[in-house]
């Protein structure tokens, strides 16, 4: 047992473990000067294996979007096993699985691997909430017709805008950021997808608009529907996202939380029902 990183490798001969503290990517790799690869990020929780076919198929749809090779989620889930059994269940871990486009000049063999890692501690924000500034993503909703290079939807391992928005938002005294459109409309987080509540109705932007499909979103949807409340996919615009009842920024490891400033202004928080819907998100990653 450990409560130190736990870095395997994916290689053609087998999933090999190594030193989480040795440099294991070559300055050649297309990963490190490029951002060129895919990756995704699996809650563990309690030390159970979580449902991954959402995951997969995302880790899968973010590969063909970069023309990368596909691993086999056998190989995947194999790996994922090895990192909890090393780890002490009673520690929420935050599993990274990662793949680049391999070594400049090699011979295409994608570099993949696992790096599990405990988890930070997000219970304190869970409960607070964070307060939120929308910035201009730059570009329209509909970009990602004409340009499908822009690898709108897709995870790719180039998040340094995505932090660099974050870093704007602390800059302007925030914790967090919804990134917006040109033409208005309310997208996502940096790293997490937008949920907003009006009445009895929550809404969260359509991946039409060049966001990526939430696996948390949807497993919010369905918290929602066992409440009672109707769900659906709606461009929600900017200039309204104050007028709604509840705004959430949700995302696997960190799960909901509620966004109690928006832009300067103070929104509505339901504690009780962030908290249900906080258990209902782990519930889901214990497969339960
Ligand atoms: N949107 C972006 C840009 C993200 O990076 C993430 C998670 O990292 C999400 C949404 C939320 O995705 P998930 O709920 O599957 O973690």
Do not use: C
Not at 153 to 170: D, F, P, V
């Amino acid at each position: 047992m450990t409560s130190s990183p736990v870095v395997l490798l994916l290689e053609p001969s087998g999933i090999r473990k190594v030193d989480p503290r040795e440099p294991q990517l070559a300055v050649t790799d297309w990963g490190a000067t490029r951002g060129d690869g895919v990756f995704e990020s699996v809650s563990i929780i309690d030390g159970r294996m979580p449902p991954l076919d959402a995951r997969f198929d995302r880790l899968e749809a973010s590969a063909r979007a970069l023309d990368l090779p596909l691993i086999d989620r056998a190989r995947w889930t194999e790996a994922l096993a090895m990192s909890i059994e090393e780890h002490d269940p009673a520690e929420r871990l935050a599993v990274t699985l990662a793949m680049t486009r391999g070594i400049e000049g090699g011979d295409g063999t994608p570099t993949a691997w696992l790096l599990a890692r405990p988890a930070r501690d997000f219970t304190g924000i869970r409960r607070r909430g964070v307060s939120v500034v929308t910035l201009d993503r730059g570009y329209a909703s509909d970009a990602a017709d004409g340009a499908p290079w822009l690898l709108l939807g897709a995870k790719h391992l180039s998040y340094a805008t995505n932090a660099a928005a974050l870093r704007e938002a602390s800059r302007r005294g925030a914790d967090d950021v919804i990134l917006t459109s040109t033409d208005g409309l309310a997208l996502e987080g940096p790293t997490s997808s937008l949920l907003a509540r009006r009445g009895d109705v929550v809404e969260s932007p359509g991946v039409e608009s060049g966001i990526l499909a939430g696996t948390t979103q949807a497993t919010a949807f369905r918290f929602f529907e066992s409440r009672g409340l109707r769900t659906r996919f709606a461009p929600i615009r900017a200039r309204d996202l104050a007028d709604y009842d509840a705004l959430w920024l949700v995302s696997s490891v960190r799960q909901a939380v509620a966004v109690h400033t928006l832009d300067g202004r103070s929104m509505q928080v339901d504690e009780e029902l962030t908290a249900e819907l906080n258990d209902w998100l782990a519930r889901a990653a214990r497969s339960e």
